[in-house]
């Protein structure tokens, strides 16, 4: 149906049977029972039947649910959605001596300094009331600093100075790659917003395979694959 509906309790019983793993062409691995039913799609016939985990042979396909579901929040605009891709893709947040959020630094390569001057674009455009509101001193009258890091001269590494922006990133996105997530918000914004998102994220962490054609991104945080999983889906490209 779509709606949502919260885990209440786990159960546990012993499995003597061997489970099955179905791996994905995104690879993606579900483990299942033998007897484990799945929903799979016949492009011949163009109908989806069930089918019993052991039943189901290599190249069939698997059909992974799309939620269209559209909420979306007039305060969250286009731009903060790929400002918000770049933090997902290369940023962190850095603490002050107070444990809380201090600056967002994101880090690009040297080639990629065209990213560089987008990020600030949008930076002044989004956030910039901040800065004129926060800080009075001529150190902080741009939204954004960029510089090379001493240890990698490769390494492009721009600093968004202002703490609400930076708390509102953590927020949003978590703080440091293993924690990388998305607000909910985030998960039913209209398409054009989302596809923003991505674009800002795969413009930072993704790259092509000449030899599959595919766009390949990686990540440590399980919860960031699943909802950029949700989001292609929502998209039609999953």
Same mark, same amino acid.
Do not use: W
């Given at each position: 149906t779509?709606?949502k509906?919260r885990?209440t309790?786990r159960?546990h019983?012993p499995? /003597?049977e @061997?489970?099955?793993?179905?791996q994905?062409?995104t690879?993606?691995?579900s483990y299942?029972?033998?007897?484990h039913?799945f929903? &799979?799609?016949?492009?011949? %016939? ?8 052991h ?5 069939? @396909?698997?059909?992974?649910p799309r939620?269209t ?6 305060e969250?605009?286009s731009? @903060?959605?790929? &400002?918000?891709g770049?933090?997902l893709?290369? =940023?962190c947040t850095i603490?002050g ?6 600056y967002?630094s994101?880090a ?6 065209h @990213?560089?001057?987008e990020?600030? %674009?949008?930076?002044? /455009?989004?956030? =910039?009331h901040?800065? /004129?509101k926060?800080?009075k ?6 939204v954004?600093k960029?510089?090379?890091k001493i240890s990698?001269p490769?390494?492009?590494e721009t600093?968004?100075?202002?703490k ?7 927020d949003w996105g =978590?703080?440091?790659s293993?924690e990388k997530?998305?607000d909910?918000r985030?998960?039913?914004?209209p398409?054009d ?5 991505l674009a800002g994220?795969?413009? =930072? ?5 000449p030899?599959s054609?595919?766009?390949?991104w990686?990540?440590n945080?399980? %919860?960031l694959?699943?909802q950029?999983?949700f989001?292609l889906?929502r998209?039609g490209l999953?």
């Open positions: 779509g709606a509906h885990v309790r159960l019983r499995v /003597k @061997m489970l099955i793993g179905l994905t062409s690879n993606q691995i299942a029972t033998p007897t039913k929903h &799979i799609y016949d492009p011949q %016939t163009k109908e989806t039947k069930l089918k019993k985990a039943e189901i042979s290599k190249g069939e @396909m698997l059909i992974y939620n579901t559209i909420k979306d929040d007039p969250i605009t731009d @903060m959605c790929k &400002i918000l770049y933090y893709a290369e =940023g603490l001596s107070d444990r809380q959020p201090r967002a994101i690009f390569h040297v080639k990629e300094e @990213m560089v001057e990020l600030e %674009t949008l930076c002044e /455009k989004e956030f =910039g901040f800065d /004129k926060t800080h001193s001529e150190k902080y009258s741009r954004l960029k510089y090379n990698n490769n390494c492009l600093n968004i100075n202002i609400q922006v930076a708390q509102l990133l953590c =978590g703080r440091v293993y997530r998305l909910e985030f998960l039913y914004l398409f917003k989302q596809e923003q998102l994220l795969f413009n =930072g962490d993704a790259h092509t395979n030899n054609h595919t766009l390949c990686t990540t945080s399980r %919860t694959v699943n950029v999983r989001i889906a998209l999953y």
